[in-house]
């Protein structure tokens, strides 16, 4: 079921927010100093291009908490409040409800993604 819903996923939506994480990657990696964040970003696209089937456990250490406030300040609160609200119009519909699920995901690794591990 997995495989069909990120097959669905990708083609209504999932291609554009797994387009705007691989955007903001290229904008991080401009600088020398944002390349590590922009490896991340390019990690967390393939969450974003395929969510289903795959779990995110918060977490991290006192250099992943410096990280996730420099990337809330730079960029990541504007992709979780796009997320956020992705999900809250795909929530109106019980055919959307699986879907809009997989945007909250998004939204809440967009708030904190460093120091978060993906099964």
Do not use: D, Y
Not at 8 to 32: M, P, R, V
Not at 80 to 90: K, R
């Amino acid at each position: 079921m997995k495989i069909l819903g990120n097959i669905l996923w990708f083609i209504f939506g999932g291609f554009l927010a797994g387009l705007g994480w691989l955007l903001t990657g290229l904008l991080w990696c401009c600088t020398i100093i944002g390349i590590p964040v922009g490896k991340q970003c390019f990690k967390l696209s393939a969450v974003a291009f395929f969510p289903f089937g795959k779990e995110i456990i918060p977490g991290g250490k006192a250099g992943s908490l410096v990280l996730n406030i420099l990337w809330l300040i730079f960029g990541g609160f504007e992709i979780a409040l796009t997320s956020a609200l992705a999900g809250l119009l795909l929530c109106c519909t019980l055919v959307g409800i699986p879907f809009g699920i997989q945007h909250f995901k998004l939204a809440q690794l967009a708030l904190g993604p460093f120091g978060a591990r993906i099964k």
